[in-house]
């Protein structure tokens, strides 16, 4: 089992930026893919980014390329996602997730089996 737990949402203007993380426990994440995904009001869940279990693959919505980066820290189990040049159509709530399962990586929500409780973030314009 793996626990995920975000942090570092908040409310931020146009423009700003904010960096996520995603700290695990209940399982080393170091041979898992992880990814964020997000969801706004009345709307599915969306995927944002992934990134593969060595770090070495990443991919992005179309969305949020350029402005967003994910990055992983497996000594530290944590997953991070760096936004900038932030829209107010990025507000949503943020979601950390992963399938769980050993080297495969995240593609839509079908594949994840863990995700985390989410965290907000607002942008106002």
């Known amino acids: 089992q793996v626990q995920l737990v975000e942090s570092g949402g908040g409310l931020v203007q146009a423009g700003g930026s904010l960096k996520l993380s995603c700290s695990a426990s209940?399982?080393?994440?170091?041979?898992?893919?992880m990814g964020w995904f997000r969801q706004a009001p009345g709307k599915e869940r969306e995927f944002v980014a992934r990134i593969s279990w060595r770090g070495g693959n990443t991919r992005y919505a179309d969305s949020v390329k350029g402005r967003f980066t994910i990055s992983r820290d497996n000594a530290k189990n944590t997953v991070y996602l760096q936004m900038n040049s932030l829209k107010p159509e990025d507000t949503a709530v943020y979601y950390c997730?992963?399938?769980?399962?050993?080297?495969?990586?995240?593609?839509?929500?079908?594949?994840?089996?863990?995700w985390g409780q989410g965290t907000q973030v607002t942008v106002s314009s």
């Open positions: 997730a992963t399938p769980g399962s050993r080297y495969q990586v995240v593609g839509t929500t079908q594949d994840v089996s863990f």
């Open positions: 209940g399982s080393a994440i170091s041979t898992y893919g």
